[in-house]
C-alpha cells in the first residue's frame, strides 16, 4: 500500500522516546523547552507553547487573542474543519473569504471585496485566519496590509507549512501574523503522534497561551494576583485547559526536527519529479508562487476533466483499487452538514468548489521510491484512458 502521507521514524527517534520513559518526568520534564527552543532556533519567533494538537493550538490561539461571542473570524473554506471549529469553541461566528485559483490559498483580492462588505454593515472580522495549503505560504503581505486597514489579528494555521518560506523567511517567524500554529499529526512535515504548538513573538500572548495550555494556573510570582502561602502554592489566574504535550511526544519532537530540512528537500525532490513524470497528462500541477518555498505536505493534482474520459471519482476509485490511498484536501468546510445548518450553502465559495469536484492529492512523504512515484503515475494514466 503506498498512502498519502505517513511519518518517517528513525532508531534516533525510538532512543529518545524510550530515554524519557526510562526517567523521572513522562510529562512536563525538560524536552518541552527544548523542542520548543529548537522550534524557535529555525523559526526565529520569541515565543513558542508546544501543546497537544494543532487543534488545541488553534483554541487557545482564539482564546489568547480574544475572540469571543459577537465575535467573527474568517478563514478559508479550503481546510481542514478543526480552522474554523476553533472560533465555535469560543463562542464566535465563522465565515469564509473564497480561494485563489491558482495557489488554492485565501485569496486576498476576496478578502479586501468582503473587508468592504464587512466594514459597510459593521461586522468586521476580529481574527483572519489564513492557512498554508499543501505548504505553499499564503500571500502574508497582502493580508498583512488589511489586517492593519481594517484592524483584525492574523492567526496562521500553519499546519502542513513548518519548514516553509514565505520571502526567504521561515513560517512561524511572525512578520505578519500574531500567532502561528504548527502541527505535528503524522502525516506532517515531522510529527510527535498527536501535537501542535502556537508561536508568537509577543510576550503577553505568549503569557496567555502558556497559562491557557495547564488550567490557567502559574506558579510564577509576577503573574499572581495574591501573595504567595508558601512553596507548594499556585494560583489559577485564568480559566484553562489540560492541552500539554508529554515529554514522550517532545522528545521525538527534538529528534524529528533535526531533520526537518532534509524532509523538505526531499518533499521538493518528490515534488520535482512528479512535475516531470506528470507533465503531459490533462492535469493542473500545483503552481508555485515565486515568493513562496513550500513545504509540500500534499501534492495536488487537478483534473482537467473537459479533457478526461472519465470521472473524479472513477479515477479517484481506479487508484485506491491499486491501493495508492490518494486523498482529497479538502471538503469545503461550509458544504459539511454541521457548518450548513448554520446557514452555509453550496455555491457560497465556488472556486474552493470547483477545487474540490477536480484535486486528488497524491502520495507524498519522504520514504516513496522513485518506483512508488512511477506506479503512481502509471496507474493515473492508466484510468484517466489518455
Ligand atoms: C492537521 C491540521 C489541523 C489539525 O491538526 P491536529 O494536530 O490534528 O489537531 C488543523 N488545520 C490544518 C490545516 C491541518 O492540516
Sequence with gaps: MIRYGQQD????????????????????????????????ARTGARHAVAVNSATSALHIACLALDLGPGDFLWTTPNTFVATANCALYCGAQVSFVDIDSRTYNLCPRALEEKLIEAERVGRLPKIVAPVHHTGQPCDMEAIHALGEKYGFKILEDASHAIGARYKGEPIGSGRYSDITVFSFHPVKIITTAEGGMALTNNDELATRLGLLRSHGITREPELMTQLMDGPWYYQQVALGYNYRMTDMQAALGVSQVARLAHYVKRRHEIADRYNTLLANLPLTLPWQHPDSYSAYHLYVIRLQLENIGVSHLEIFEALRAKDIMVNLHYIPVHTQPYYQKMGFRDGDYPEAERYYREAISIPMHPALTDADQEFVVEVLREAMEV
Design 9 to 40: 521514524i528513525t532508531q534516533a527517534d525510538i532512543d529518545a522516546v524510550v530515554g524519557v520513559l526510562k526517567s523521572v518526568n513522562l510529562t512536563q520534564g525538560a524536552n518541552i523547552p527544548k523542542f520548543e527552543w529548537s522550534v524557535m
